[in-house]
């Protein structure tokens, strides 16, 4: 495999680490991605140098990761950004790591890893912290988790620019979220200095991040998970507000998504910035997580909007996630034979995106296949600890060591708070607050980055806000049902209990039986306060 480099390199997988053993060589682990323009720029001019090249391939086995591909192996090999150049054992364990490596860098990694090889074999290899199988940190779920990252939202804000804070400057849409029911004027001030900062105004779209901490030089690679996320968040603005400042971006990326990353039956991972003159280098492989995103935030601003693009697309995506992607409730990361499979963001994604079809579109199907990959991740996935690991333990590298993302487990707790309001199953919140748990000890180092957590922490201390619909999808009550002031409601549309005709808004044991949109959002009103 040459990749346009003069390295001969080899795919991700058993047979380049049985390679290293039989040779008695270090790995080489280059972690790249189509969208990553350092990634293309080391291409030429570091493994394109002939001598490196051949230093390389005499006395290394090189492998190269696609990151999009193999998002396992990002999260146990990723030093901080991509290109990653890493150098193991043919266990897995580092030896050494950096990012981009010029050829005079690169040249002295080599000899320095090569020293430490020779002098200390298989001992010169190390198991990074968080691989090491330490409990995680247990505790209650209990109202400081909320209130600490409340606080942060402030601590962390940086009132002349928008944003939380220093350079580089990252769009963070699950903490606006979080920000939206707490303090809506920092999450406000965000969101217009996203569109200041990475709206693509001509094309569409985000761009990844802004380098400085006024939202300039803005990294240009546009990836399908980020932009999806934004859509939600500004479609939830947009829900809160009513004005078409936080609309009109929404409708814009999607806009991008169909022309840009559309691949005839998904959407393709991502674009990157064009070289020369050439045009963006542009992946349009459909990645499961990312899909399942995309379904969520079309779904969620078609709910606000009746646009009919977003809820076509939504559906033609929702459909070949079930049909190509979904195998009893084991989910393929993208649909190709090496594909890695029960990885937690594509199971716990899909569990959303089935919910959140539920809701709006009163899918049965969709509802069906997120019970069966909750039940899959369940099993599969959970510890005795509560905790999520991020898939199997089992597979080459570092990949049998078990890693215990926290955004992970704050994503399939918060598709599982939903799934079990839907399916009166109790269960389902019973294992998202173990999931939650597993972490509730350390609350008070967690910053606003993950800000998502204490939103999920204060869902389960919370009685959930529903609205039950007699009425099938589409009707009045049920659109008015949508649109009430709280994206954390749950909506059952085509329900048996009300009386035809009716909804019941309900939180706990308080409820009120409605017949028309008006009365509808007084009852939130009332109960909600």
């Known amino acids: 495999m040459t990749d346009g480099t003069r390295v001969e390199w080899r795919d991700w997988g058993a047979a380049a680490f049985e390679e290293a053993r039989r040779r008695g060589a270090p790995v080489l682990l280059a972690l790249t991605a189509t969208w990553c323009g350092d990634c293309h720029e080391m291409d030429a001019r570091t493994y394109g140098e002939p001598r490196i090249a051949a230093n390389l391939n005499d006395g290394f086995v ?150 400085t901490r006024d939202w300039g030089d803005p990294d240009r690679a546009k990836l399908l998970a980020d932009n999806a996320a934004l859509v939600r968040a500004f479609a939830h603005a947009y829900c809160y507000t009513g004005e078409d400042a936080y609309r009109r971006p929404a409708d814009r990326t999607v806009e991008y998504l169909i022309d840009a990353l559309w691949n005839g039956s998904a959407f393709g991972g991502s674009q990157g910035p064009g070289a020369d003159d050439t045009g963006p280098r542009t992946d349009l492989t459909a990645y499961a997580d990312a899909n399942a995103l995309a379904v969520d935030a079309l779904l969620v601003l078609t709910s606000y909007t009746d646009a009919d693009d977003p809820r076509e697309y939504a559906r033609r995506t929702l459909s070949t996630l079930r049909e190509d992607f979904v195998d009893d409730g ?37 509802l069906s296949m997120a019970r069966r990959v909750a039940d899959r991740t369940i099993t599969e996935l959970a510890g005795d600890d509560g905790a999520f690991r991020d898939g199997p333990a089992s597979g080459p590298g570092l990949l049998d060591r078990p890693l215990r993302p926290l955004d992970g487990n704050v994503a399939v707790a918060d ?56 009425p099938g999808a589409g009707s009045d009550l049920h659109r008015a049902a949508l649109r009430v002031a709280d994206h954390e409601a749950v909506v059952v549309p085509g329900a048996t209990g009300p009386d035809p005709g009716t909804a019941v808004v309900a939180v706990g044991d308080r409820s009120r039986t409605v017949s028309t949109p008006a009365d509808l959002a007084d009852a939130v009103a009332a109960l909600a306060a």
């Open 415 to 470: 598709a599982l708070i939903d799934l079990a309001v839907l399916t009166g199953e109790t269960r389902y919140r019973e294992v998202a607050r173990d999931a939650v748990a597993a972490f509730a000890g350390a609350w008070d180092r967690f910053g606003v980055q993950v800000a998502g957590y204490g939103a999920v922490a204060a869902r389960l201390r919370r009685d959930p806000l529903t609205i039950t619909v007699a």
């Open 62 to 211: 090189p492998v190269r990761v696609d990151v999009d591909r193999h998002p396992r192996v990002r999260e146990r090999y990723n030093v901080g950004g991509f290109p990653s150049t890493v150098f193991c054992t043919p266990d897995g364990n580092r030896i050494a790591g950096a990012g981009f490596l010029g050829p005079d860098g690169m040249r002295q990694v080599i000899d320095s890893v090569r020293e430490r090889w020779d002098a200390s074999g298989m001992d010169a290899g190390r198991v990074p912290r968080a691989l090491a199988g330490d409990p995680t940190p247990a505790g209650e779920v209990t109202g400081r988790i909320e209130e600490h990252l409340a606080g942060q939202l402030d601590a962390q804000f940086d009132d002349e620019f928008g944003g939380w804070g220093d350079a580089p400057k990252f769009p963070l849409p699950r903490t606006v979220e979080f920000a939206l029911k707490r303090d809506r004027a920092k999450a406000r001030q965000t969101l217009d200095a996203v569109t200041r900062g990475l709206f693509d105004e001509a094309e569409g779209g985000f761009y990844r991040y802004a380098r």
């Open 330 to 366: 084991t989910v393929r990361h993208w649909d190709g034979e090496a594909a890695p499979t029960l990885v937690l963001d594509d199971q716990a994604h899909t569990v959303a995106a089935g919910v959140r079809a539920a809701q709006v579109l009163g899918d049965d199907d969709a």
